[in-house]
């Protein structure tokens, strides 16, 4: 048996012909399970979290898993058992972290939009840090705080304006994003957050970015984030933790981002160079954790030649796999059953009904109708973001653990789509082409 990995995919190789995640062969699980079907690497996980704790050895460090990226329940216990606090950007995520298992003292609240009830459930639950993004949001916090006889740990989320370079959709750290205070204001922002009762100021914190593949973007707004640090504290302000956000990026299609322990080293090295080495760390990675952990199983359902492009089409879609459509993303597309047979050139794309619902553009497959591919790089904002989109039920999706299969979501059923969904109207016996008219 010959044994061929995947590039960017430590857990995912050809042994012989066939597509394996760790010890699981997935034509099988697609011929059990069937498609659409996420399946996620647990030891994929773990690896990719073993990077930043190797590089946090001896540090006052805690990795935040950025939830909103794949929020799984099965995906956040082996998170939580794993060690790892939460970032959370709604009540709802909070209420995930604590079924799967995860402490309310390990999760911070990121968001611009938090609501009075969320602010007041978090509250109620004890979370670690509210990372506050606008001068409002302090305000609003403090008068649900009092309300409640509590006093909130905040942390303000500053835009340090850098350019993650990265697509404009997951670029967050530059002046025109909505997040973050600017960091002109940012000191004032500290000495209003200072006075009022029900707040007290934990830390700092910053998020410039997702799907970032080189370093200068992190050391300048690490830079930036230390300068304001010493004129807050200047100021009499004490900062306790120091929380750079997620946003490393993954390798989608020969993307070579930095690996997550050599970044941190030269970011570690650049604050023990300032003095801030033995602070209390924080960082808030998502998609670097999850996204080449797991992949999108789907069947081809018809192969239609054009004049001008060869359609595959498989079922799974746009709802399942959101990130062609709204980001114009690459995902590798790869059969499960590999031939020598010669390969065609197809775009690939679901059975949605709209000219964005593809998958990838001009891909040479060797692949024919009742065959099946893997969708690779679908551990992170796929599921997560998934839809009912022309009444498509979302899919099913399995935990791998060596030569385990573990179901941690049914595929969803017609019924749980159509709960809560009422009829304003008595049925009537005949609804369909009687006049409008009293017999
Ligand atoms: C989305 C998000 C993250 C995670 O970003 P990744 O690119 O997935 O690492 C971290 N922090 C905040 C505030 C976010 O909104």
Same mark, same amino acid.
């Given at each position: 048996m010959t044994s061929t990995p995947l590039p960017g995919a430590p857990?995912?190789?050809?042994r012989d012909s066939q597509l394996f995640i760790e010890d699981m062969g997935l034509q099988d699980l697609a011929n059990t399970h069937g498609t659409p079907l996420f399946v996620y690497s647990k030891a994929a996980m773990l690896h990719a979290l073993a990077a930043y704790q190797r590089a946090f050895v001896g540090r006052d460090a805690k990795v935040h898993y950025a939830m909103k990226a794949n929020s799984s329940l099965g995906v956040l216990q082996v998170f939580a058992q794993a060690g790892c606090g939460f970032d959370i950007v709604s009540a709802g995520e909070l209420e995930r972290v604590l079924a799967a298992? $995860?402490? #309310?003292?390990?999760v911070i609240f990121s968001g611009v939009g938090k609501t009075r009830a969320e602010m007041r459930m978090a509250l109620q639950a004890g979370i670690a840090c509210f990372n506050v993004e606008s001068e409002a949001e302090l305000d609003v916090l403090n008068q649900v705080a009092v309300s409640l006889g509590k006093v909130a740990p905040v942390s303000i989320r500053v835009?340090?304006?850098?350019?993650?370079?990265?697509?404009p959709y997951i670029s967050?750290?530059?002046?025109?994003?909505?997040? $973050?205070? #600017?960091h002109e204001r940012t000191l004032q922002a500290y000495q209003h957050a200072a006075q009022l009762p029900g707040l007290k100021v934990v830390g700092i914190d910053c998020h410039i970015g997702?799907?970032?593949?080189?370093s200068e973007p992190y050391l300048d707004a690490l830079d930036k984030v230390l300068d304001l640090v010493e004129q807050i504290e200047k100021a009499g302000?004490?900062?306790h933790h120091l929380d750079f956000g997620g946003g490393l990026g993954i390798n989608y299609n020969n993307d070579t981002p930095p690996a997550a322990d050599s970044l941190w080293s030269a970011l570690l090295a650049r604050l023990d160079a300032r003095g801030f080495g033995q602070r209390r760390l924080m960082i808030e990675p998502g998609r670097s954790l999850v996204g080449n952990a797991g992949v999108c199983l789907s069947e081809v359902q018809y192969l239609k030649p054009g004049e001008q492009k060869n359609f595959c089409i498989i079922d799974a879609a746009m709802n399942d796999l959101p990130r062609p459509a709204m980001y114009e993303a690459f995902h590798q597309i790869v059969p499960l059953v590999h031939t020598d047979k010669p390969a065609q050139l197809y775009d690939v794309v679901g059975?949605?009904?709209?000219?964005?619902?593809?998958?990838?553009?001009d891909r040479l497959l060797n692949i024919q109708a009742g065959e099946k591919l893997a969708v690779l790089?679908?551990?992170?904002?796929c599921m997560s973001m998934a839809s009912n989109y022309n009444t498509r039920g979302r899919a099913a999706e399995l935990l791998v653990d060596g030569n385990q299969a573990h179901v941690i979501r049914q595929r969803e059923t017609m019924a749980d789509q159509l709960r809560g969904e009422v009829l304003p109207f008595p049925q009537t016996r005949h609804a369909s082409n009687t006049p409008n008219t009293k017999v």
């Open positions: 857990f995912l190789a050809y298992g $995860g402490q #309310a003292a390990d835009n340090p304006n850098v350019d993650p370079k990265t697509h967050t750290g530059l002046k025109g994003n909505k997040f $973050g205070i #600017a997702s799907q970032i593949t080189t302000i004490r900062i059975p949605v009904c709209e000219s964005g619902d593809w998958i990838g553009r790089s679908a551990g992170a904002y």
